[in-house]
């Protein structure tokens, strides 16, 4: 039987904090440190299980299936997103576990059953990020064409979403006739555990935000400040009213937490610039389109270190008091959450947990669990 909203990506906290990218190797960390994350499925089952302790609302995962290179072949070993999911929600008993799904590369039909089992599992635990899709030599490695129109690849997505979404509803067969897939007397049963299953959406395109608007609960997205956050959420609150709903916006970012702010901007140095792996961050720069000809020379050295740091994400680099004040100021611009990453997600969450989250709670942004 179906459930209402018992999710955690929905509860009463004022800011939403996750996991992102705990499945890839590295994590988010462009870096050649020995010390740089272990994706390993022991690392991720440690690591999860001190989340759902703590009380944090998700895990998100990425799907990668091309390495950005590099001597460390950046993002090259990554645990597949359903699989993992599925094995987190095995060993946890509060926390969203999200499954990050290409629609490109997984067939509707089969990604419904898949995610409609995986619910049933977790007892009503799973979230879905959809991805439209955008990393060329992924699409070259599966022989898939990457359109080079954004809306075409979000027309696609969308038939996509819908073909699941009907699946999720309908209990008798019925036939699908799109302009990208087409099925006969097909069904999908069990249908979730959720009546709703929490959507995430990652976009920045006109035609990507339009996508999340209609379709997402969440927009995630990078913040690079906070006027441009506050600016994204009040985009954001406009155009998801305009389609009588209701979207939040959800961010990433880079946490180094040290007793010190000496300390901190050390240990980031370290990892971030005496040892960035600099050919995959700009392989990754690249891809993203992030290049000389789309932004000046003090944003785009800017970028590049945010991306050795941790992908792009805000950075978080300071003692507990800084942190949780930085916190409060994303929160006050309206942003409803966001993920974190570490050098080392198992080692490092611990403090985390101990100093910045008790003051989170005393500014009244968490409450404990």
């Known amino acids: 039987m179906a459930q209402a909203h018992t999710s955690p990506m929905f509860n009463r906290n004022k800011l939403k904090l996750g ?43 990425i799907a990668r299936w091309i390495g950005y290179g590099g001597e460390t072949d950046f993002h090259g070993n990554v645990l597949e997103t359903v699989t993992w999911a599925a094995g987190l929600a095995a060993h946890t008993q509060h926390i969203q576990i999200f499954a990050t799904v290409h629609t490109a590369f997984n067939h509707p039909v089969v990604t419904a059953k898949q995610l409609a089992t995986l619910d049933q599992l977790s007892k009503g635990r799973l979230g879905l990020n959809v991805v439209a899709g955008w990393n060329k030599p992924e699409y070259d490695a599966f022989g898939v064409d990457l359109p080079a129109e954004h809306g075409a690849r979000y027309a696609m997505a969308q038939e996509w979403f819908d073909y699941v979404q009907k699946l999720w509803r309908e209990d008798l067969p019925f036939d699908w006739q799109g302009d990208y897939y087409k099925g006969k007397g097909v069904y999908s049963l069990p ?9 995430l959406n990652a976009a920045a395109s006109e035609e990507g935000r339009a996508f999340t608007m209609r379709n997402a609960d969440f927009l995630f997205t990078p913040v690079f400040d906070f006027d441009q956050a506050r600016a994204t959420v009040e985009d954001i609150n406009a155009g998801s009213a305009a389609v009588q709903r ?67 994400g805000f950075p978080l680099v300071g003692t507990p008091d800084h ?19 570490f050098l080392d997600y198992a080692k490092e969450f611990p403090y985390f947990r101990q100093e910045v989250m008790p003051r989170l709670e005393a500014r009244g942004l968490r409450h404990t669990p």
């Open 246 to 312: 209701a979207v939040k916006v959800l961010t990433f970012a880079t946490v180094v937490c040290r007793p010190t702010q000496k300390e901190a901007d050390e240990a980031l140095d370290y990892y971030a610039n005496q040892h960035a792996d600099w050919e995959a961050v700009d392989n990754l720069m690249t891809l993203q389109g992030l290049h000389a000809q789309s932004f000046t020379k003090e944003a785009l050295a800017m970028f590049r270190d945010r991306f050795a740091a941790g992908h792009g």
């Open 19 to 61: 996991i992102f990218s705990s499945n890839c190797s590295s994590g988010m960390a462009v870096t050649k440190v020995p010390e740089r994350w272990d994706n390993s499925w022991d690392n991720n089952l440690d690591l999860v299980k001190q989340c759902d302790d703590a009380g944090l609302e998700f895990m998100l995962p």
């Open 323 to 341: 942190i949780a004040d930085q916190l409060e100021q994303m929160s006050d611009t309206g942003i409803a959450g966001t993920t974190l990453s």
């Open 191 to 199: 249908h979730p555990a959720q009546s709703h299953l929490p959507i």
